[in-house]
């Protein structure tokens, strides 16, 4: 019993020293590299797409070639909707994740104190 309450102020030491606010975000980002390939793979494809109708928008004259331009310039701004859309979601997910994980690790710290001071007033 003294060695599980040992463990468990370490463990809650540790939480208390390094925050749970950058534990949560580090398995949120864990999570997200463990992710499938498919849910992510969308926005770093359209983002590529941005990249490249950029070039060639750079690339043309507007001038000399308006219809050209014109053409690019409404489908860069509307893939850039897109990935602005699909950049959105992704943060708000991350942070109700985050949310979630930073609640759990603080009820995980109490119902630890808890425990500890009750172990510890039983034995007195």
């Not at 060695?3 to 370490?10: E, F, G, M, W």
């Not at 992704?90 to 109700?96: P, T």
């Amino acid at each position: 019993a003294l060695l599980l309450i040992c463990a468990s102020a370490l463990i809650v030491e540790v939480i208390l020293a390094v925050g749970h606010k950058s534990i949560s975000s580090k398995l949120v980002a864990l999570y997200h590299s463990r992710k499938p390939p498919g849910s992510s793979r969308g926005l770093s494809s359209l983002k590529a797409e941005i990249i490249s109708l950029k070039s060639s928008l750079h690339a043309t004259n507007p001038k000399d070639e308006f219809a050209k331009w014109a053409k690019l310039r409404r489908m860069h701004d509307k893939k850039a909707s897109m990935y602005e859309d699909g950049m959105g979601k992704h943060k708000l997910e991350c942070s109700r994740k985050e949310r979630a994980i930073a609640l759990v690790i603080q009820g995980a710290v109490w119902i630890t104190v808890a425990a500890v001071l009750t172990t510890g007033k039983g034995s007195g």
